[in-house]
């Protein structure tokens, strides 16, 4: 089984796929989102691994405008909690690093250890990217902040381990397929769509939702890049497309909006009851 991320061996979305898939995932790491959408709609692989929000820094915008560009439907949820670990050389230690590379939002995330630690941030393209680097340049006095499964790869000390601020920091991913998932248990179910130009049109849209007893879990909108001023609204909400209230209430919503996309129908992700890790 095939299954594409965005990202080089040992990123947060490589471990976000063995959670889920385990020992039968053949992971294939790509330089962009838009690239592995694009692995899933020709087939090269069977599922992308896609991130679409973090708990502290919010929805990963440009993997819904992929959602809603792409012909592909989510198939599972996953959650992932974050845990940054401190990687430097076989025989260094925390007292001699001086620079940490990273991407920027895991050294944001690790700020407070860092600032302690008089350890100046140094920005990369990704956590295992970071891994990478120092493992190339074989400079003790360099560290990368990233996941536990990039020790293994670049073969790295962790020199000190849960080095984030916030300790309940998890990201959730949506796998996506080229195919709507046959016989899964549909707990969930994400859509797009774009309101009518009236007052009250949005009102209206999510009016079909509650009264069908659909719970809404999120709502956001996003620009349209070539319609400027304009919006589409990403929602996800309890129930499957099995559901009789939800198939109802999605026929009157595509009746309400000017347009409607089913991304996809989903078994709910496993979410960890203890997400701190101090």
Same mark, same amino acid.
């Given at each position: 089984?095939?299954?594409?991320?965005?990202?080089?061996?040992?990123?947060?979305?490589?471990?976000? $796929? #063995?959670?889920?898939?385990?020992?039968?995932?053949?992971?294939?790491? #790509? =330089?962009? $989102?838009?690239?592995?959408?694009?692995?899933?709609? =020709?087939?090269?692989?069977?599922?992308?691994?896609?991130?679409?929000?973090?708990?502290?820094? %919010?929805?990963?915008?440009?993997?819904?405008?992929?959602?809603?560009?792409?012909?592909? @439907?989510?198939?599972?949820?996953?959650?992932?909690?974050? &845990?940054?670990? !401190?990687?430097?050389?076989? %025989?260094?230690?925390?007292?001699?690093? /001086?620079?940490?590379?990273? @991407?920027?939002?895991?050294?944001?995330?690790?700020?407070?250890?860092?600032? $302690?630690? @008089?350890?100046?941030?140094?920005?990369?393209?990704?956590? +295992?990217?970071?891994?990478?680097?120092? +493992?190339?340049?074989?400079?003790?006095?360099?560290?990368?902040?990233?996941?536990?499964?990039? +020790?293994?790869?670049? @073969?790295?000390?962790?020199?000190?381990?849960?080095?984030?601020?916030?300790?309940?920091?998890?990201?959730?991913? !949506?796998?996506?397929?080229?195919?709507?998932?046959?016989?899964? &248990?549909?707990?969930?179910?994400?859509?797009?769509?774009?309101?009518?130009?009236?007052?009250?049109?949005?009102?209206?849209?999510?009016?079909?939702?509650?009264?069908?007893?659909?719970?809404?879990?999120?709502?956001?909108? /996003?620009?349209?890049?070539?319609?400027?001023?304009?919006?589409?609204?990403? +929602?996800?909400?309890?129930? *499957? !497309?099995?559901?009789?209230?939800?198939?109802? *209430?999605?026929?009157?919503?595509?009746?309400?909006?000017?347009?409607?996309?089913? !991304?996809?129908?989903?078994?709910?992700?496993?979410?960890?009851?203890?997400?701190?890790?101090?």
């Amino acid at each position: 089984m095939k299954i594409g991320f965005q990202g080089i061996k040992g990123a947060f979305s490589e471990a976000a $796929i #063995y959670k889920q898939y385990g020992n039968r995932a053949d992971t294939i790491g #790509y =330089d962009n $989102i838009d690239e592995v959408f694009d692995a899933v709609v =020709d087939g090269t692989v069977d599922y992308g691994m896609i991130p679409v929000e973090n708990s502290i820094a %919010g929805s990963v915008s440009r993997s819904y405008d992929y959602f809603l560009e792409k012909p592909v @439907h989510a198939v599972a949820e996953v959650y992932l909690p974050v &845990r940054h670990f !401190l990687l430097g050389l076989p %025989g260094s230690t925390l007292p001699k690093i /001086r620079e940490a590379l990273s @991407h920027p939002m895991a050294l944001n995330q690790c700020e407070k250890f860092l600032r $302690i630690h @008089h350890i100046k941030p140094v920005p990369e393209y990704d956590t +295992a990217g970071g891994a990478k680097i120092v +493992a190339e340049q074989g400079d003790p006095t360099k560290a990368a902040i990233a996941a536990k499964l990039a +020790a293994q790869y670049y @073969h790295l000390e962790i020199l000190a381990e849960d080095i984030q601020t916030t300790n309940i920091n998890m990201t959730r991913f !949506l796998v996506v397929s080229s195919e709507p998932a046959p016989d899964v &248990r549909m707990e969930k179910t994400s859509v797009a769509f774009k309101t009518k130009h009236f007052p009250g049109a949005l009102e209206e849209c999510l009016h079909t939702l509650s009264s069908n007893k659909i719970n809404l879990t999120k709502i956001q909108s /996003r620009p349209i890049p070539e319609n400027p001023w304009e919006y589409v609204f990403y +929602a996800d909400f309890e129930g *499957g !497309l099995n559901d009789e209230n939800v198939w109802v *209430g999605l026929q009157q919503l595509e009746q309400a909006a000017r347009f409607l996309k089913i !991304l996809g129908s989903y078994p709910k992700g496993d979410f960890p009851e203890e997400v701190s890790t101090s």
